[in-house]
């Protein structure tokens, strides 16, 4: 009997990746069982069902740094996401590794993310009865809340990826074994999302005005380089080298790359993140965000879907505030509590 085209795809992948690769064949698989498609991998198949979903597609107006801005060339969730991936996929490819499952993993790592970035996820933590964070939001949409509830039904290999990505300004490659994603794949999704935002954020805030190409420390631009593809080149020979150096042992950087990126990483924290611009639009933020909050809590029938069933009002109204886009978010906030302005007198 003549092989499929997904089983000639899972040969290939056994006969060229890497002995330390995730195959999808080997995949630990789905909460819901289900038929093995003739033409893709289960990989495959998550990646494809992320891109089509309506959560990735309201990245394009989420907010990754600046929020609601003006310019053509400043990045959103979306541009991130893609370029997070891009990054990801090359260092997979060199290190033979599935790019499949990396691209899946890089693809849903923010779909949980809040309006207007961290701004927003900052007002969501005080506002949930639980724990808000938007790796745990994107773990949620996945598995419960997409297509009406019953989720993208993704593999258990990309989910673990996607709740594992995050690092905040925690160790990039933790001591604890149990923080890290459990596939080589999942761990170069997580580098390669601090490589993408510490060089993309840079640009971002020197477009902004935020700061000027003497505040970065000189230190790093000689080490790393002075331009966005040059220090992203550097960063990714940097993890392909380390990486194989160790023998695949885990994803890795070299001792003097760590330093520099985490430095990098400080630096925006301090100079853009919260920088005096940015917090003044904090404020905003939570100032719209708890309105909304409270109102809906209030007002829920127009607004909260009845699932997941077994889960608080409250925390349901925190899924439909995580997902909204910034415009909604605005829209929304100026239908409930501004005059009509539109109105003809």
């Not at 289900?34 to 990245?59: M, V």
């Not at 790796?135 to 809340?145: A, F, G, I, N, P």
């Not at 580098?191 to 700061?211: E, F, K, M, Q, T």
């Not at 100079?271 to 005096?276: A, E, G, H, R």
Request: hydrophobic share 35%; proline share 2%; with cysteine.
């Amino acid at each position: 009997m003549a092989l499929t085209v997904r089983e000639k795809l899972e040969k290939l992948e056994k006969e060229v990746l890497s002995e330390k690769a995730c195959l999808s064949l080997n995949t630990k698989g789905r909460e819901r069982k289900e038929s093995l498609h003739s033409l893709r991998t289960e990989f495959q198949r998550d990646r494809d069902r992320i891109i089509h979903c309506k959560s990735f597609r309201r990245l394009k107006h989420k907010t990754q740094v600046f929020i609601a801005p003006y310019g053509d060339h400043y990045r959103t969730r979306l541009t991130h996401t893609l370029e997070v991936s891009q990054i990801a996929r090359t260092i997979s490819k060199a290190l033979r590794l599935n790019e499949d499952l990396t691209e899946a993993i890089a693809l849903g790592h923010d779909l949980g993310h809040t309006p207007f970035g961290h701004a927003g996820e900052k007002s969501l933590k005080k506002l949930s009865p639980k724990r808000f964070s938007h790796y745990t939001q994107s773990l949620r949409v996945v598995e419960k809340l997409e297509y009406n509830g019953k989720g993208l039904n993704l593999t258990y290999e990309v989910r673990d990826g996607i709740l594992k990505h995050s690092k905040g300004r925690g160790k990039i490659f933790d001591v604890d074994k149990d923080a890290l994603p459990m596939t080589l794949e999942g761990q170069v999704v997580r580098v390669s999302d601090l490589i993408a935002y510490v060089n993309h954020d840079i640009d971002d805030a020197l477009r902004a005005g935020v700061i000027k190409e003497t505040d970065i420390p000189s230190h790093l631009v000689r080490s790393l380089g002075k331009w966005h593809a040059k220090r992203i080149d550097k960063m990714v020979w940097d993890v392909i080298d380390s990486t194989s150096r160790g023998g695949l042992t885990g994803i890795s950087l070299s001792d003097n790359m760590n330093s520099a990126i985490v430095e990098l990483r400080d630096f925006l924290y301090e100079k853009v993140y919260f920088s005096d611009q940015n917090l003044i639009q904090y404020e905003k933020v939570d100032k719209i965000l708890t309105d909304l909050y409270e109102y809906i809590l209030d007002h829920p029938k127009d607004y909260v879907k009845n699932y997941p069933e077994e889960d608080l009002l409250e925390i349901r109204v925190i899924d439909f505030i995580a997902g909204m886009t910034d415009l909604y978010a605005l829209n929304l906030y100026e239908k409930l509590f501004l005059p009509n302005h539109r109105t003809r007198l």
